[in-house]
């Protein structure tokens, strides 16, 4: 299973991103999608995710600001980042899960594929 993060870049405080993540092969029974962050020097956080049905869950700092949506017949998700702060610079990690769901979709546990980060860097 490969997932395939793309979208990032630099931009100015206030300004917009977003985040895409493919999942391959796409015939994989994926049952929940999620962006985590790690910005330097300190832990990978969780931002938000997103169920097979659609049911969504955001991080309080982004909340409001951030979009997680996904196609599932392409097996992607995607992060719709507007009004991005300084405090949002970070590397940028989609995840997938598969099958059952057995733990908070907040913890990065439920996740079993991660992929491999892209960088989203806002400057005041």
């Known amino acids: 299973v490969q997932l395939q993060a793309s979208g990032g870049g630099s931009v100015q405080a206030g300004g917009s991103l977003r985040l895409s993540c493919e999942a391959s092969?796409?015939?994989?029974?994926?049952?929940?999608m999620g962006w985590y962050r790690q910005a330097p020097g300190k832990e990978r956080e969780f931002v938000a995710f997103?169920?097979?049905?659609?049911?969504?869950m955001y991080a309080d700092s982004v909340k409001g600001r951030f979009t997680i949506s996904r196609d599932n017949a392409k097996n992607s998700v995607y992060l719709l980042m507007n009004n991005l702060k300084p405090e949002d610079t970070a590397v940028y990690y989609c995840a997938a899960g598969l099958g059952v769901i057995t733990s908070a979709l907040t913890n990065p546990h439920s996740y079993t594929y991660w992929g491999q980060g892209t960088l989203v860097t806002v400057s005041s």
């Open positions: 092969p796409k015939n994989l029974d994926i049952t929940r």
């Open positions: 997103i169920t097979r049905g659609g049911v969504t």
